[in-house]
C-alpha cells in the first residue's frame, strides 16, 4: 500500500501539480516566475557555489532525461566497456561538481546575514531537498556501480510504465533503501517545482541567441 | 532615413548647485521600496570623484557599454553566447558595496533612552538585514570633495593628466570641483536592452524612454553591466531591475519629470529630437574623436520641410514635430553646439547632454580690480581643470569640440558683462564672439536661454495622445488608477 502511494500515487500528484500549477503561476503571478538572484548582496561564494552547481546538475539531469525518452538509445550508447566507464566516469565527476555547488550554496545562506534575509522559508525547503537528492545520488554512483546500465533496467521501466498510463511499481521496489529514497525525494522536489524559484528552469532565454540587439515596443493601437 | 522622435534632455552644469533636490524628488516618488533603498535613479556626484557606484566609469570592472570592432560595434560585456553561459553568475556586476548599504536609525533608541548625563544615540540599522552595522559608504560620501585625497584623487578621468597636473589639483588655493547630476541617459543605442537575455527591457518606440518591463524581467541583472553609466539597478527584494522611467506617467500627464520640475538651480532642459535611427549603428562606429561630431550628425533639423515630410511620412505626429521645433535641447545641441554628451566613448549614443561648466571663474583679483582677462580659454592656461579632463569626460578625449564650447560660453559671459557692467570693450567682445564663431543675436538668445527661459521653455513636453491609444484597449478611468509605476498588482514575490 504504502509501495503504491510513493511509486505510483505521489508521481502522478506531483507531474499534475508542478504542470497545472505552473501553468497557473506563469499565468497568473508571473512577476515571480524566475529566481531571487543574490549576487548583489554576496558574490564571492555564490561564485563558488552556484557555477559548479547549475553546471554539474544541469548534464546530470539531461542524462537522467534522456535515459527515460530513449532507452535502446542510451543502452547502444553505454555498449562498450570503455564508454560505460567514461561515462560513469564524467558522471561521477559532475555530481561531485553539483554537490560541492549546493553545499557552498546552502552553507552561504547560512552565515551571510543579508542572503538569509531574502530567503524565504519555500528556499530552505527547497535547498533542504535539493542537498538531500544530491548527497544521494553521489553516494549511489560511488557505491552502487554502473548506475548508468542498471538505471536501464529498474527506474526507467517504472518511470516509462508511469508515462504511459500502465504503472508498475514492481522493477524498484527491491532496490536499496538509498535508491528508493532518491526516487522518492525526486518527486518531492517536482511537487515543490511550482511553489519555489525552481520555475526558472523554464525561463532560459535561449532566444537570445537570435534576437535583434536592440527592441522598440511601440504602444498598442 | 527612418525618422524616430526622442525626448532628450540637457543639463546646463554651470547652474547646478549640488543641492540633490533632484535625487530627493526622485527617491520620493519612484524609490521608496524596500528593496530600492539603495537605488538612486538620480544622483548628484562631485567631480572629481568616484562617483556611484564607486569607479562607474571603469568598464575594465564593469564592462559597460560598446567595442569597437572592426567596423561595428560590439557589446563589451558578452556575446550572445558568453552571455548565456554567463547567466548563472555575471562577472561584471556591482557589488552591492560599490553601491552601499542602505540604512536607518534606531529612532526609538532616542526617545525610549533612560533620563542620564550622556546624549542618547541612535544607532544605525541595516535596511537589508535589519541589523546594527556601522556606515562606510553612502550615495554622496564624496560630497563637496569630501575625503578628496582618497575620492577625488580616484577620479577616472584623472588618468588623462601629467603627474604634476595631478597634484596642482589638490593644491589648497587651486581646489576645485563641480556637480555632475546623472539620471538614465534614455540611449539611442543602449547597452543595458542589448545585454538583457530575456528582452525585457525595451525603447519605446514614440519617445524613446528606455523601460524595463516588470513582468518580464527574470533576474538575469546583465542589463545592469551593460549600462556604461550604471543607471540600471537590481532590486534584490522583487528580483527586478529598475530603471529611471523619465517619468513618464507625469509626462503622458504634461508634467515635468519630477527632477526637472524640482531642480533649484534650473539647470535641466527637456525637449523632442528627431533623429535618423537607420544612421545609428554606423554613428555608434566611427572612430572615438569623431563621436561628438556623428552624434550631432544624427540628430535632424525639425523646421526643415523635407525632414518634416519624411517624419510624418515614418509615422510622426505633427504635434510632435512641432514639439521638436520648440525643443530648448535642439537648440543647445545642434544648433548652438554646446552641449556634449557624457562619456560617448561608451557608443550608447546617450540622449541627455551636458554642457560643460565654465567653472574656474577664471578671474583675478589685480591690485584691488577685478581682472576678467580677454583670452581666456582659447589655451586654457588659466583653466583650473585642464580642458583635457573635460574631453575625457565629454568628448572622448577629444579636446576639439570642448574648446568650441568654452570659447561660445565666454563670449556669452563676456557680451553680457558688457551690457551689465560695461567694463569691457566692444571690439574685445566683438572678437571673441567671432573667434567663437558666434553673433551677438545668438549670444543673446543663449543667455535668455540659460537664464531667463520661464518653465515651459526649458521643458516642451510632446504631447504623448496617450488616452487615444488607451480608449481602444483599456477603460481610461481605470488605467488612470493603474497606470503609476505600470504594475496593476503590488510588485510582491509570494514563494
Ligand atoms: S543610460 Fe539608460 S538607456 Fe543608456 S544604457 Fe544606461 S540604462 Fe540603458
Ligand atoms: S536639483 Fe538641480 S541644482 Fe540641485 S543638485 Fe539637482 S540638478 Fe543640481
Given at each position: 500500500m504504502a509501495d503504491v502511494l510513493?511509486?505510483?500515487?505521489?508521481?502522478?500528484?506531483?507531474?499534475?501539480?508542478?504542470?497545472?500549477?505552473g501553468i497557473y503561476r506563469y499565468f497568473n503571478d508571473r512577476f515571480s516566475f524566475s529566481s531571487l538572484s543574490s549576487?548583489?548582496?554576496?558574490?564571492?561564494?555564490?561564485?563558488?557555489?552556484?557555477?559548479?552547481?547549475?553546471?554539474?546538475?544541469?548534464?546530470?539531469?539531461?542524462?537522467?532525461?534522456?535515459?527515460?525518452?530513449?532507452?535502446?538509445?542510451?543502452?547502444?550508447?553505454?555498449?562498450?566497456?570503455?564508454?560505460?566507464?567514461?561515462?560513469?566516469?564524467?558522471?561521477?565527476?559532475?555530481?561531485?561538481?553539483?554537490?560541492?555547488?549546493i553545499v557552498i550554496l546552502f552553507v552561504r545562506r547560512l552565515v551571510n546575514a543579508r542572503v538569509r534575509s531574502v530567503t524565504s522559508v519555500m528556499d530552505w525547503l527547497l535547498l533542504l531537498f535539493l542537498l538531500l537528492q544530491v548527497s544521494l545520488g553521489?553516494?549511489?554512483?560511488?557505491?552502487?556501480?554502473?548506475?548508468?546500465?542498471?538505471?536501464?533496467?529498474?527506474?526507467?521501466?517504472?518511470?516509462?510504465?508511469?508515462?504511459?498510463?500502465?504503472?508498475?511499481?514492481?522493477?524498484?521496489?527491491?532496490?536499496?533503501?538509498?535508491?528508493?529514497?532518491?526516487?522518492?525525494?525526486?518527486?518531492?522536489?517536482?511537487?515543490?517545482?511550482?511553489?519555489?524559484?525552481?520555475?526558472?528552469?523554464?525561463?532560459?532565454?535561449?532566444?537570445y541567441i537570435a534576437r535583434p540587439w536592440q527592441l522598440i515596443w511601440w504602444r498598442r493601437q | 532615413m527612418k525618422i524616430r522622435a526622442q525626448t532628450a534632455m540637457v543639463f546646463h552644469l554651470?547652474?547646478?548647485?549640488?543641492?540633490?533636490?533632484?535625487?530627493?524628488?526622485?527617491?520620493?516618488?519612484?524609490?521608496?521600496?524596500?528593496?530600492?533603498?539603495?537605488?538612486?535613479?538620480?544622483?548628484?556626484?562631485?567631480?572629481?570623484?568616484?562617483?556611484?557606484?564607486?569607479?562607474?566609469?571603469?568598464?575594465?570592472?564593469?564592462?559597460?557599454?560598446w567595442e569597437r570592432r572592426d567596423k561595428s560595434v560590439g557589446l563589451r560585456l558578452h556575446s550572445r553566447g558568453e552571455g548565456l553561459a554567463n547567466i548563472f553568475y555575471n562577472p561584471s556586476?556591482?557589488?552591492?558595496?560599490?553601491?552601499?548599504?542602505?540604512?536607518?536609525?534606531?529612532?526609538?533608541?532616542?526617545?525610549?533612552?533612560?533620563?542620564?548625563?550622556d546624549q542618547p544615540v541612535a544607532r544605525p540599522i541595516s535596511m537589508i538585514t535589519g541589523k546594527e552595522m556601522s556606515i562606510e559608504a553612502g550615495p554622496n560620501w564624496d560630497d563637496d570633495l569630501g575625503g578628496s585625497r582618497i575620492y577625488a584623487a580616484g577620479d577616472f578621468n584623472l588618468a588623462v593628466l601629467t603627474d604634476?597636473?595631478?597634484?596642482?589639483?589638490?593644491?589648497?588655493?587651486?581646489?576645485?570641483?563641480?556637480?555632475?547630476?546623472?539620471?538614465?541617459?534614455?540611449?539611442?543605442?543602449?547597452?543595458?536592452?542589448a545585454a538583457c537575455p530575456t528582452g525585457a527591457i525595451y525603447k519605446r518606440g514614440e519617445d524613446g524612454i528606455v523601460l524595463v518591463s516588470?513582468?518580464?524581467?527574470?533576474?538575469?541583472?546583465?542589463?545592469?553591466?551593460?549600462?556604461?553609466?550604471?543607471?540600471?539597478?537590481?532590486?534584490?527584494?522583487?528580483?527586478?531591475?529598475?530603471?529611471?522611467?523619465?517619468?513618464?506617467?507625469?509626462?503622458?500627464?504634461?508634467?515635468?519629470?519630477?527632477?526637472?520640475?524640482?531642480?533649484?538651480?534650473?539647470?535641466?532642459?527637456?525637449?523632442?529630437?528627431?533623429?535618423?535611427?537607420?544612421?545609428?549603428?554606423q554613428c555608434a562606429s566611427v572612430p572615438d574623436h569623431e563621436l561628438v561630431e556623428a552624434q550631432r550628425g544624427l540628430i535632424l533639423d525639425p523646421s526643415d520641410p523635407q525632414i518634416c515630410q519624411k517624419a510624418q511620412d515614418d509615422g510622426i505626429h505633427e504635434s510632435i514635430i512641432e514639439a521638436a521645433r520648440k525643443s530648448p535641447v535642439y537648440r543647445f545641441v545642434k544648433e548652438w553646439r554646446l552641449a556634449l554628451p557624457l562619456h560617448p566613448e561608451a557608443r550608447t549614443i546617450p540622449m541627455l547632454y551636458y554642457v560643460p561648466p565654465l567653472l574656474p571663474v577664471a578671474a583675478t583679483m589685480e591690485e584691488g580690480k577685478y581682472e576678467l582677462g580677454s583670452d581666456l580659454f582659447v589655451d586654457q592656461a588659466t583653466g583650473r581643470l585642464p580642458l583635457r579632463y573635460f574631453a575625457a569626460l565629454f568628448a572622448a578625449g577629444n579636446e576639439e569640440p570642448v574648446r568650441a564650447v568654452y570659447r561660445k560660453l565666454l563670449a556669452v559671459r563676456l557680451l553680457r558683462r558688457r551690457e551689465?557692467?560695461?567694463?569691457?570693450?566692444?571690439?574685445?567682445?566683438?572678437?571673441?564672439?567671432?573667434?567663437?564663431?558666434?553673433?551677438?543675436?545668438?549670444?543673446?538668445?543663449?543667455?535668455?536661454?540659460?537664464?531667463?527661459?520661464?518653465?515651459?521653455?526649458?521643458?516642451?513636453?510632446?504631447?504623448?495622445?496617450?488616452?487615444?491609444?488607451?480608449?481602444?484597449?483599456?477603460?481610461?478611468?481605470?488605467?488612470?488608477?493603474?497606470?503609476?509605476?505600470?504594475?496593476?498588482?503590488?510588485?510582491k514575490r509570494g514563494w
Open positions: 510513493l511509486f505510483i500515487v505521489l508521481p502522478y500528484v506531483a507531474i499534475s501539480l508542478a504542470i497545472f500549477g549576487q548583489l548582496l554576496e558574490h564571492r561564494l555564490l561564485f563558488w557555489g552556484i557555477v559548479p552547481w547549475h553546471y554539474g546538475i544541469v548534464p546530470v539531469l539531461l542524462a537522467h532525461l534522456l535515459a527515460i525518452i530513449f532507452p535502446n538509445w542510451w543502452g547502444v550508447l553505454l555498449g562498450g566497456r570503455d564508454r560505460l566507464t567514461a561515462l560513469e566516469l564524467v558522471g561521477m565527476a559532475l555530481g561531485l561538481l553539483a554537490l560541492i555547488g553521489a553516494y549511489i554512483a560511488l557505491t552502487f556501480r554502473w548506475g548508468s546500465l542498471w538505471y536501464l533496467h529498474t527506474a526507467v521501466p517504472w518511470l516509462r510504465s508511469l508515462t504511459f498510463f500502465h504503472p508498475d511499481a514492481a522493477p524498484v521496489l527491491t532496490l536499496p533503501l538509498a535508491v528508493r529514497i532518491h526516487m522518492i525525494n525526486a518527486f518531492v522536489i517536482i511537487l515543490l517545482f511550482p511553489f519555489t524559484r525552481l520555475v526558472h528552469i523554464f525561463t532560459f532565454p535561449a532566444r | 554651470d547652474k547646478c548647485i549640488g543641492c540633490h533636490t533632484c535625487s530627493i524628488a526622485c527617491k520620493n516618488i519612484w524609490t521608496d521600496r524596500h528593496g530600492t533603498e539603495y537605488m538612486w535613479w538620480n544622483n548628484v556626484e562631485t567631480k572629481p570623484g568616484t562617483g556611484y557606484p564607486t569607479l562607474w566609469e571603469d568598464q575594465g570592472k564593469y564592462q559597460g557599454g556586476l556591482p557589488s552591492l558595496d560599490d553601491y552601499y548599504e542602505p540604512w536607518s536609525y534606531r529612532y526609538s533608541e532616542l526617545t525610549n533612552a533612560p533620563a542620564g548625563d604634476e597636473e595631478r597634484q596642482q589639483l589638490f593644491l589648497l588655493e587651486r581646489l576645485v570641483f563641480f556637480h555632475l547630476p546623472r539620471i538614465c541617459n534614455h540611449c539611442l543605442n543602449p547597452g543595458c536592452v516588470q513582468e518580464k524581467c527574470r533576474a538575469w541583472r546583465m542589463c545592469v553591466s551593460g549600462c556604461p553609466y550604471k543607471k540600471v539597478y537590481f532590486n534584490w527584494k522583487t528580483g527586478k531591475s529598475e530603471k529611471c522611467i523619465l517619468c513618464y506617467p507625469r509626462q503622458e500627464t504634461c508634467q515635468a519629470p519630477a527632477c526637472f520640475h524640482s531642480c533649484v538651480g534650473r539647470i535641466r532642459y527637456l525637449g523632442t529630437l528627431l533623429y535618423d535611427a537607420d544612421g545609428i549603428e551689465t557692467v560695461g567694463d569691457i570693450p566692444e571690439e574685445v567682445v566683438q572678437r571673441i564672439l567671432n573667434e567663437s564663431g558666434s553673433t551677438s543675436q545668438e549670444a543673446e538668445a543663449i543667455y535668455r536661454m540659460t537664464s531667463l527661459a520661464t518653465f515651459a521653455e526649458r521643458h516642451v513636453i510632446p504631447p504623448f495622445m496617450r488616452e487615444m491609444a488607451i480608449e481602444a484597449t483599456t477603460d481610461p478611468f481605470e488605467r488612470k488608477e493603474s497606470a503609476g509605476f505600470g504594475l496593476s498588482r503590488p510588485p
